[in-house]
């Protein structure tokens, strides 16, 4: 074996690929020499976009591997005004259409068009400098003849007297090779041997030498070719990787995140599924195999795995919704527990406001209990968000009643004085929370007390007016009034002339407006913000669609979401933040969420074209379907992303879980289709929510079912809720006791840890 550091370390050794002297230039040159041009001394330099053109090969080599890296050469290539478009050589043009005519008219036997292709390159490369043909002219021409040869040779029907491997150093030699040959070799490698990894670093390395030394390598047309290709660039990548890791495995040596790394042009580990769809394509799925990788890589991020660090609180910053914030925030504390340490206030601090924006006051609440039971002093930071808390309108909207409000408005003014008496200094956000919160609750005169008092005395003095006026108008608005707030706008925006009301103000104006489906305001209201340069979020983009779809409706025309998205996207201050893949996902969940179906319809019809392989759009539009519209449309979007984005269990278990409220037998059906599936199975997410649906429905004898089948698998994980959920049935069904014994080791092996 090859020591992986040797391999990772991508130490370049000169003479690795053997270069062999061409053999048979006075045949070759009879040979092509009769059918082409003749010769002559007075042709023009071609001129290429890379402008490789005026030096014959031995110098281009020379000037290829002293010359900036690849990434460099390529930004600076981009700069330059495009040039002409190279005509082809004739030359170059006919000896590749004769060998192209040869592989294409070939069956069985091969040995011809490997020889015509292995001469003609040859007589290429001896005319190479009096015709001036670039490396990159003959690469173009010859790499997808190569890669037709190339795929011949592999089918069991064809001979050739020469192995793949010579095949490959041919191509390397006359510098027609490409990345996607050597990536086939190493996969033909792991289906001939499971555990021949380090003969995969081999290729990887071999195809990194070769490449690293032709920027113009890069091209990846395979045009006129007739075989299939699915190749793409990070697929060598993602499999040498998977064999590193595999290989540290094998040889039980410590797997290097860092040199895993290294296989990476972004210097980054690709996530799981990238790394399964290229092990897919290939051919080469392992599904054991590849749960050692997983686990692994899981293990390993464990126990490098800093809770307390900078990464934690961006994960926190990042995660999408509470279930996994949740998630994520019990490991963070399992760790912390394992290794006898604190969670740090800031990660509090980061979970706090997660939470609040998730609308979550009790965990915010509940968080900064944990803080003021640590002995630790809480900070300014933490105080924020528990104001902000208290006085969120959703809140104070839940407590009905005055009275109920009234005490709610006492416990926020004896927070004050707590925050006060500990000597906690106030900021400019705290100002500003307060100010708000005092607006929620209706007290304007208040708030004004306390803009009088603290807000020309603190840092960034015009911040916090902003912060104010913000606050001021939101609590107008929520308190329905309306007109006031809108005087006191143009009131604010007269008096202070930088001041900008921030998007969530204007996202309380346009919301009050369509609950009353006055769409001139919200036109208005749109224009005002165009003309203010005041960003649109994707809640108010959402709430501009569903605008247009109500008022159209409203007078009996059809809306033409196509030219009203175009009209948004090209907008002044939208175009140009964030109408991206994400964000047109967001807006097709808020108008799903919205319960308007039409407009998600429309949305998805002219979002899929742009992004066909987009899990979020799909997985949304799918969810749509089976929870709002059409079940077979829903069904539809579930075929093709298996088929065409990816097929995995969470897409199996979103499918299933909210089918089984439309159409029973149905998720039954896939249920069942499922289990028979030769890449997925079963976890134990689609058993809870198989449960879940049959224990409310009270089918008894098909929860049975499901609780026998439980009992015959093995799994490492039986997930935290359906233990739980199983032995609560204990009372109504007869679970039997191997399954019972398997969730109790299980959780044995948690209390362990």
């Given at each position: 074996?090859?020591?992986?550091?040797?391999?990772v370390g991508?130490?370049?050794?000169s003479?690795?690929?053997?270069?062999?002297?061409?053999?048979?230039?006075?045949?070759?040159?009879?040979?092509?020499?009769?059918?082409?041009?003749?010769?002559?001394?007075?042709?023009?330099?071609?001129?290429?976009?890379?402008?490789?053109?005026?030096?014959?090969?031995?110098?281009?080599?020379?000037?290829?591997?002293?010359?900036?890296?690849?990434?460099?050469?390529?930004g600076?290539?981009?700069?330059?005004?495009?040039s002409?478009?190279?005509?082809?050589?004739?030359?170059?043009?006919d000896?590749?259409?004769?060998?192209?005519?040869?592989?294409?008219?070939?069956?069985?036997?091969?040995?011809?068009?490997y020889?015509?292709?292995?001469?003609?390159?040859?007589?290429?490369?001896?005319?190479?400098?009096?015709?001036?043909?670039?490396?990159?002219?003959?690469?173009?021409?010859?790499?997808?003849?190569a890669?037709?040869?190339?795929?011949?040779?592999?089918?069991?029907?064809?001979t050739?007297?020469?192995?793949?491997?010579?095949?490959?150093?041919?191509?390397?030699?006359?510098?027609?090779?490409h990345?996607?040959?050597?990536?086939?070799?190493?996969?033909?490698?792991?289906?001939?041997?499971?555990?021949?990894?380090?003969?995969?670093?081999?290729?990887?390395?071999?195809?990194?030498?070769?490449?690293?030394?032709?920027?113009?390598?890069?091209v990846?047309?395979?045009?006129?070719?007739k075989?299939?290709?699915?190749?793409?660039?990070?697929?060598?990548?993602?499999?040498?990787?998977?064999?590193?890791?595999?290989?540290?495995?094998?040889?039980?040596?410590?797997?290097?995140?860092?040199?895993?790394?290294?296989?990476?042009?972004s210097?980054k580990?690709?996530?799981?599924?990238?790394?399964?769809?290229?092990?897919e394509?290939?051919?080469?799925?392992?599904?054991?195999?590849?749960?050692?990788?997983?686990?692994?890589l899981?293990?390993?991020?464990?126990?490098?795995?800093?809770?307390?660090?900078?990464?934690?609180?961006k994960?926190?910053?990042?995660?999408p919704?509470?279930?996994?914030l949740?998630?994520?925030?019990q490991?963070?504390?399992?760790?912390?527990?394992?290794?006898?340490?604190?969670?740090?206030?800031?990660?509090?601090?980061?979970?706090m406001?997660?939470?609040?924006?998730?609308?979550?006051?009790?965990?915010?609440?509940?968080?900064?209990e944990?803080?003021?039971?640590s002995?630790?002093?809480?900070?300014?930071?933490?105080?924020?968000?528990?104001?902000?808390?208290?006085?969120?309108?959703?809140?104070?909207?839940?407590?009905g009643?005055?009275?109920?409000?009234?005490?709610?408005?006492?416990?926020?003014?004896r927070?004050?004085?707590?925050?006060?008496?500990?000597?906690?200094?106030?900021?400019?956000?705290?100002?500003?929370?307060i100010?708000?919160?005092?607006?929620?609750?209706?007290q304007?005169?208040?708030?004004?007390?306390?803009?009088?008092?603290?807000?020309?005395?603190?840092?960034?003095?015009?911040?916090?007016?902003?912060?104010?006026?913000?606050?001021?108008?939101?609590?107008l608005?929520?308190?329905?009034?309306?007109e006031?707030?809108?005087?006191?706008?143009?009131?604010?925006?007269?008096?202070?002339?930088?001041?900008?009301?921030?998007?969530?103000?204007m996202?309380?104006?346009?919301?009050?407006?369509?609950?009353?489906?006055?769409?001139?305001?919200?036109n208005g209201?749109?224009?005002f913000?165009?003309?203010?340069?005041?960003?649109e979020?994707?809640?108010?983009?959402?709430?501009?669609?569903?605008?247009?779809?109500?008022?159209?409706?409203?007078?009996?025309?059809?809306?033409d979401?196509?030219?009203?998205?175009?009209?948004?996207?090209?907008?002044e201050?939208?175009?140009?933040?964030?109408?991206?893949?994400?964000?047109?996902?967001?807006?097709?969940?808020?108008?799903?969420?919205?319960?308007?179906?039409?407009?998600?319809?429309?949305?998805?019809?002219?979002?899929?074209?742009?992004?066909?392989?987009?899990?979020?759009?799909?997985?949304?539009?799918?969810?749509?379907?089976?929870?709002?519209?059409n079940?077979?449309?829903?069904?539809?979007?579930?075929?093709?992303?298996?088929?065409?984005i990816?097929?995995?269990?969470?897409?199996?278990?979103?499918?299933?879980?909210?089918?089984?409220?439309?159409?029973?037998?149905?998720?039954?059906?896939?249920?069942?289709?499922?289990?028979?599936?030769?890449?997925?199975q079963?976890?134990?997410?689609?058993?809870?929510?198989?449960?879940?649906?049959y224990?409310?429905?009270?089918?008894?004898?098909?929860?049975q079912?499901?609780?026998?089948?439980?009992?015959?698998?093995?799994?490492?994980s039986?997930g935290?809720?359906?233990?739980?959920?199983?032995?609560?049935?204990?009372?109504?069904?007869?679970?039997?006791?191997s399954?019972l014994?398997?969730?109790?080791?299980?959780?044995?092996?948690?209390?362990?840890?």
């Open positions: 074996m090859i020591p992986l550091r040797q391999i991508r130490t370049t050794r003479g690795f690929l053997q270069i062999r002297s061409a053999s048979k230039a006075g045949t070759i040159a009879l040979r092509y020499q009769s059918t082409t041009s003749t010769t002559t001394n007075t042709a023009t330099p071609t001129t290429t976009p890379d402008n490789d053109n005026s030096k014959p090969s031995s110098e281009t080599v020379k000037t290829e591997q002293s010359s900036l890296p690849k990434a460099t050469q390529k600076k290539q981009d700069k330059k005004a495009p002409k478009k190279t005509p082809v050589n004739p030359k170059l043009r000896i590749s259409g004769q060998i192209k005519e040869t592989i294409i008219q070939s069956t069985t036997d091969l040995n011809e068009a020889s015509i292709l292995e001469e003609g390159i040859t007589f290429l490369r001896e005319i190479q400098k009096s015709e001036n043909i670039t490396d990159r002219q003959i690469f173009k021409e010859f790499y997808p003849l890669t037709e040869l190339f795929n011949l040779a592999q089918k069991p029907e064809t050739i007297d020469h192995s793949l491997n010579d095949i490959i150093d041919m191509f390397v030699k006359n510098k027609i090779a990345s996607m040959h050597f990536i086939q070799l190493a996969a033909n490698a792991l289906k001939q041997n499971s555990e021949a990894y380090d003969e995969v670093l081999q290729y990887w390395f071999k195809s990194f030498e070769y490449t690293k030394s032709h920027d113009f390598l890069y990846n047309n395979f045009n006129g070719i075989t299939k290709i699915e190749y793409q660039p990070y697929d060598f990548t993602n499999l040498a990787i998977y064999a590193y890791v595999q290989s540290c495995i094998a040889q039980k040596v410590t797997y290097s995140p860092v040199d895993a790394a290294k296989f990476s042009p210097g580990i690709p996530p799981f599924y990238h790394i399964k769809k290229t092990l394509v290939l051919d080469i799925y392992d599904g054991k195999k590849f749960r050692e990788y997983c686990n692994l899981e293990t390993d991020s464990q126990e490098r795995f800093n809770p307390n660090g900078a990464s934690s609180i994960k926190i910053e990042n995660t919704d509470k279930k996994q949740d998630k994520f925030y490991n963070v504390v399992d760790i912390c527990n394992k290794r006898n340490i604190k969670v740090d206030e800031k990660v509090i601090v980061a979970l406001q997660r939470y609040f924006q998730f609308d979550e006051y009790n965990e915010v609440f509940s968080l900064f944990t803080i003021m039971n002995g630790v002093k809480p900070s300014i930071d933490a105080w924020n968000i528990v104001i902000k808390a208290m006085t969120n309108p959703s809140r104070i909207a839940s407590f009643g005055k009275a109920k409000q009234q005490e709610l408005v006492q416990n926020f003014e927070t004050l004085q707590t925050i006060v008496s500990s000597g906690v200094q106030f900021n400019g956000e705290t100002v500003g929370a100010v708000s919160g005092y607006a929620n609750f209706g304007f005169d208040k708030a004004q007390e306390y803009i009088d008092k603290y807000a020309k005395g603190v840092k960034d003095n015009g911040a916090v007016i902003s912060l104010c006026n913000d606050g001021i108008l939101r609590g608005v929520y308190n329905g009034k309306i006031e707030a809108e005087s006191k706008l143009k009131q604010f925006m007269e008096t202070y002339p930088q001041y900008k009301p921030h998007t969530h103000v996202n309380d104006f346009l919301n009050y407006y369509a609950k009353k489906k006055n769409y001139k305001a919200i209201i749109t224009n913000m165009r003309k203010h340069n005041i960003a979020n994707v809640s108010i983009k959402t709430t501009m669609i569903n605008a247009y779809f109500e008022s159209l409706h409203a007078i009996g025309k059809t809306p979401l196509s030219s009203f998205l175009a009209k948004m996207e090209s907008s201050n939208a175009g140009k933040r964030g109408f991206n893949e994400q964000m047109h996902s967001t807006l097709l969940k808020g108008l799903i969420q919205g319960a308007n179906i039409e407009a998600a319809r429309q949305l998805f019809d002219i979002l899929k074209s742009r992004y066909p392989r987009s899990a979020w759009l799909n997985t949304n539009m799918m969810v749509g379907e089976l929870t709002l519209g079940v077979k449309l829903g069904e539809d979007i579930f075929n093709y992303y298996i088929k065409e990816r097929n995995e269990p969470i897409i199996w278990n979103t499918f299933i879980h909210n089918l089984l409220a439309r159409d029973e037998k149905l998720a039954d059906f896939y249920f069942e289709k499922m289990k028979q599936d030769s890449q997925v079963p976890n134990f997410y689609t058993y809870y929510f198989m449960l879940q649906h224990r409310r429905k009270a089918k008894k004898d098909r929860l079912q499901l609780v026998n089948e439980l009992a015959e698998v093995d799994w490492t039986y935290t809720s359906l233990p739980d959920f199983i032995k609560r049935l204990t009372n109504y069904l007869d679970v039997p006791a399954l014994s398997k969730l109790d080791k299980q959780q044995a092996t948690v209390d362990k840890q």
